[in-house]
């Protein structure tokens, strides 16, 4: 009969001082894997919209508003994705008042690109990443459509997702901008639908 | 005395390349295929696996006197998950970006089988020392097959090492892709195992 009390009590001890050391090291790391997540993000903000030196974010981990120094807003920064050719590809586009892209960011493979390593990987090269520095939305297309973008040889279709994500960012949240040079200035977007006034006076 | 040192040697040693975790004993296959895409990350792979592996040796042989026979491989689990969430808070608030390409592999050092195989058949039965030589041992042989796997499959399928780019241009234009790929890491595999059992080990005349 001991050595059955034994089993449950020795059983218990572990678990007892499994729990009391990892709730200590749990808190001891929670305070920096916070702060982790956080620089991660601001970095890839500034990176893509580089005069901005505050942020606020008006959809949770989709849309951010950038701030200068005087706190006037000059640009938005948003996350889109479109479907590549493994799966979404997700994008982190800066856009300044004056509707110019100023950069754009493609997730890695760890922040969740699907695309085959050394083909579609490729539209995370800066030769094509700089095709659509400081362009206006109808630049970005290819070539052929009118625009000025060339797709990567045998990513045709990593190329056109990118493309068509962008597009399809710009038109969704370019109402957030905030400057004399777009009339939308004056609509309020709907943070849930992503509708705006007008779309509910119909 | 002389006997018993020559014996602790063995110990160290015995996991680098006789016992070799994975290509003579073939446990912990599941983290060496999928994380070896990239000698970085195979390198902090083993280093993690390492660290729980060590640790879980040295407490398991600490209270192996206390530990009930009946209850010990629950015991051993509760121990060895322990170093593991550890290591997974570590990680995630000091290497972010490591720990973010790991992903799901760094929880799954747990049932990687090498690590209770060693508390089960080596420390459960020795004093610290020489399971901590032999966690060390065994350690220092997986991060060794690791990182060749990594190093092997990096180069020839971006023309990298440790993401410095190294070596011929047609490899750089023309990689072999596929070695990126799981096949790749299989067929690797296979072919380390061939060659040690061909040069490294040879068949011994049984008695």
Known sequence: MKSLSWMAISLFIVCLIAAGLLSRVYTVTKIQIEKQKQDGIQKQLSQVLPEAVSFRETIDDTLWLGFDKDNQQIGIVFRTAWQGYAGPIPILVGLGNDTVIRKIYIASAAEGLKETPGLGFKIRETSFLEQFYNKMYKEIQLVKDGGTIHAITASTISSNAVINGIRAGIERFQSNLDGDTNSVQDLQIDTTTGATESDYEK | ?207
């Open chain 2, 1 to 207: 005395m002389r006997n018993k040192k020559s014996k602790r040697l063995q110990y160290l040693f015995n996991g680098i390349i006789l016992e070799n975790p994975i290509l003579i004993l073939m446990i912990g296959l599941c983290p060496a295929l999928a994380t070896s895409t990239t000698a970085k990350d195979a390198f902090g792979m083993s280093v993690a696996t390492s660290f729980v592996l060590i640790c879980s040796n040295i407490v398991v042989s600490l209270i192996r006197k206390f530990v009930p026979e009946s209850v010990r491989i629950p015991i051993f689990i509760i121990i060895i998950s322990t170093f593991v969430t550890i290591v997974d808070y570590t990680m995630q608030a000091y290497v972010p970006t490591l720990y973010r390409v790991l992903g799901v592999f760094v929880p799954l050092i747990v049932v990687n089988c090498m690590i209770l195989g060693r508390a089960e058949a080596f420390a459960y039965q020795h004093n610290i020392f020489d399971s901590f030589l032999d966690g060390l041992g065994k350690a220092v042989g997986f991060t060794l097959v690791l990182v060749i796997m990594s190093i092997i499959r990096e180069y020839f399928s971006t023309g990298e090492i440790f993401g410095f780019v190294i070596g011929p241009r047609f490899i750089i234009s023309q990689p072999m892709l596929f070695m990126i790929f799981p096949p790749g890491a299989f067929l690797l595999i296979g072919l380390l195992k061939a060659f040690i059992n061909k040069f490294i080990i040879k068949p011994e005349p049984t008695d």
